[in-house]
Every structure is written in structure tokens, then in C-alpha cells.
């Protein structure tokens, strides 16, 4: 994770930029605009820009986009001027974060932009064996395809076989292609010469460039637009790419990792996904098994998030009882990993007398509703209340509630609710403002906290 701190911010980037870099984060600095942009171009990179509010973020967001570089947008400021944060917002910042700096925001906004990277947990032999075949070909060149379904921890496996290979000490990249429209995901592979587009201004490298010497993870191909997958496996064979609108070619050294929780093989028959790159992919493919087939991961799996939220919420010593953890092992878990994980989170924040008791976990099983709208489930019902409170409700509605429930726990603040929610901070924004505008009331954040319109 790289982040770029724009702007003077009267002293307190160093602080911010220490506690970005305590979290695993490098982080870097441009004085004004001008500069950060000539970095994003240059393909030194940045996946997340904290920027000073005294600077024009209209104008960088426009340029931003104008250039197809999608990066967010963090504003900073100093103390809480609601109107200047909200200005911000409203020209396209996704967050707010008040100056001086609160660790705890901080590490939210980082973890929500960017999964934090964690060692791979693990007990059971269904992934002992696989991080065996991980470790063996993990030297290697050759492409890797990693499937499983959502929250089985792919990207983490990516990762993994990243630090195991002769690459581990270049950089590790990720693009996901599901979240980048079609022209912008060429531009952020491939780069662009200035002219290519009305909006591109200058020369901008692209990832595949810049991941030179490295590794880069393409997230969710299956998500890829056919034109750019055929120039993927251009770049595949020939090892070298040209930028969008420039003619020559440029070589480049990348290994290639890329992710789907789709079948890539119905994909291919459907006419969805190119053959000759399926079969490239496929030279070796990691499945992660659900965490139903892998029972034993889940008490290890569930201490380690206790432990880990235990921290960042000042909440020491933690227990699970013994009947608590027998209820997570029978559960399903169809969101995985990802599932388990919100819910030792959330259970962290209710937990009462240093014990997280079946109680506290009970609540939350209300696991059709959990399937259809994929979040994080209600954590204060118990399964029977639950039950009768969603009978003949829509999804919209049961997603409402959860949302809006999610909130009030975390005491308005957007961040950790998204966080909790598996959502992003844009999609949550979306939601409590289309509920506004329905007179339903949403709670908002404390004053000390971001001012935010909804
Ligand atoms: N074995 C593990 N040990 C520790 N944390 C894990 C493990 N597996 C997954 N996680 C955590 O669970 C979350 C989901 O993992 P990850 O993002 O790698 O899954 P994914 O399969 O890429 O998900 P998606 O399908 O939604 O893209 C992350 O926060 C990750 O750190
Ligand atoms: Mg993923």
C-alpha cells in the first residue's frame, strides 16, 4: 500500500504519514497538485492520496479523471470546518479526516482502501497443502490463477506466493479490473503517451510498467474487457506492451498473478473470457477451499481477528468462550473467510466482562438474508428474533436495517461501518442519502467526528 500525503497540512504530515508508515504503508510526499500528479505518472505509484483541503481537490479530482487515473481522494484539514469538509466531498474526496490525526481513523481509511496485509492463518491440511504447492512453484515465472469463492483469501495467497518467490523483494502490485470502467483500466495497465485522449496531458506509466522487475495481480479478471484481454496476452507473449496511443514497444519483466471467483472455463465457453489467455493462466491454479471445507482454520482463524481487533479497539485479553467457538465451527461461513473476520470484529466491539460468549456471536445468524445481501450480519437479535423481524421483508429492506444497525454500533462513524459492512465508503454515502431523502432518520457521527452530509 503506497500513500501520497499532498500539500503542507501545517506540520502534521509527518504525523500522519508515521502512523501510515506503523501501519505497513509507504508513504510519500508532493507539495502541490502539480507534483503529485507528475508522480502518479510517473509510475512511482499511489493507491491512496491524503490531500490538504487548502488545496483545489475539485481541480485534482477533475484532472484525475480527465487523465483516466483512478486513485481516491482523501482530504485533510486542520480541526473540524464542517462546511470545508463537506465542499470536499461534494467535489469528489471520498473521506474527511480532521487534523490533527487520530491513529484510529487513520488506520480505518487505510485498511478500507486497502486490505491490510496479513501472514496467512492456518491449520487445516486443506490449505497446508496448498501453500506445499504454493512454495514450489512460487520461484518460478509462471503465471498463477487463484480461484476460490469471495473471502476465501485470494489476494492474501497472492501475496504469499509474491514474498515466497525471487521477486519478493521488487514490488507487489494489485489491480482489480472489476472496479475500473474499460478506458481507464487500459490506462491504468497499460499507461499513456500525452495526446492519446483529450484529457491526457502528459505521459503517464502504466502498471505493467511500473511492476517491472515485480509481480502484479490482476484482481477479478474474469471481470476484463475481451479488447484488453487480448492485449494482456499480447503482453504475456511478447513480454512487452505499448502504451495507450504510442507506438513503441516497451519491454517489460511482470509476473503475472490474477484472481476470479467466477468459473473462468464457463466463461471461456460462453464467449466471455479468451481462450489462449485461459489456458496461459491455468498453467497452474491455487483453488482456496471454503472455509467450510477447512474446519480447522476456524478456531485459529477466529483467535487471530479477536486478537487483531482486540487491539485497535483497546479491548485487551479477550476471551471466546468455549460455547461461542462451538458455534463458529458449525456455522457455514458462505462469506468465507471475509464473513468470519467481520464477525469476530464485530463481536470485538459488543463484547462485555473480557468474554465474547455464543450470545454475543448468536446474534447474528440470520444466514439467508447474510447470503442474498453479502454483508456483515446483525449482531444484536438473537437468531429467533431475527427470524420473525426479516419473514416478508425485501432484500432492500433487511439491507436497510443491517446498514443503519451497523451504524448506530459504530456510532456514525462511516468509516468503520463500511469497514464492518464489507461496503466502500462511497456505496454506504449512497445508500444513507437515498434513505435521507426516503425521512428515514440516519444516525450521523459524533461532533468531535468527520463532518459528513449523511
Ligand atoms: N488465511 C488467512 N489468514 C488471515 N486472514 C485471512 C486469511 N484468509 C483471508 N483473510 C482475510 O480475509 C479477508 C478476505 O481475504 P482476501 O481479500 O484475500 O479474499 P478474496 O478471496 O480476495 O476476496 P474477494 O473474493 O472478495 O476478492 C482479508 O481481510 C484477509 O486479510
Ligand atoms: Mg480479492
Partial sequence: MRLLIVGSLEGHISTAGQIAISRGTKAACADSIDEALETVRSGQGAELLFVDIKLNIGDLVTRLAAERISIPVVSCGIGTNADAAVEAIQQGAKEYIPLPPDPELIAAVLESVAAEKHTMIHRDPAITNILNFADQIASSNTLVLITGESGTGKELMARYVHNKSKRATQKFTAVNCAEISE??????????????????????????????????????????????????LHAVQELEIKRVGGITPIKVDVRLLATSNRNLEEAVNNGDFLENLFFRLNVVNLRLPALRERPLDIPVLAEHFVDKYSISNDKTDLKISADAMGMLCQHAWRGNVRELENTMHRAVLLAQGGEITAETIALNNTESIRASISVAPIAAVSPADAAVSFVARTVAEAERDLIIDTLQHCLGNRTHAANILGISIRTLRNKLKLYSEGGIPVPMPRESETPTQY
Fill in 183 to 232: 478506458t481507464f483500466l487500459e490506462s491504468e495497465l497499460f499507461g499513456h503517451e500525452k495526446g492519446a485522449f483529450s484529457g491526457a496531458v502528459a505521459r503517464r506509466i502504466g502498471r505493467l510498467e511500473e511492476a517491472h522487475g515485480g509481480t502484479l495481480l490482476l484482481d477479478e479478471i474474469s471481470e476484463m474487457h475481451p479488447r484488453l484481454q487480448a492485449k494482456v
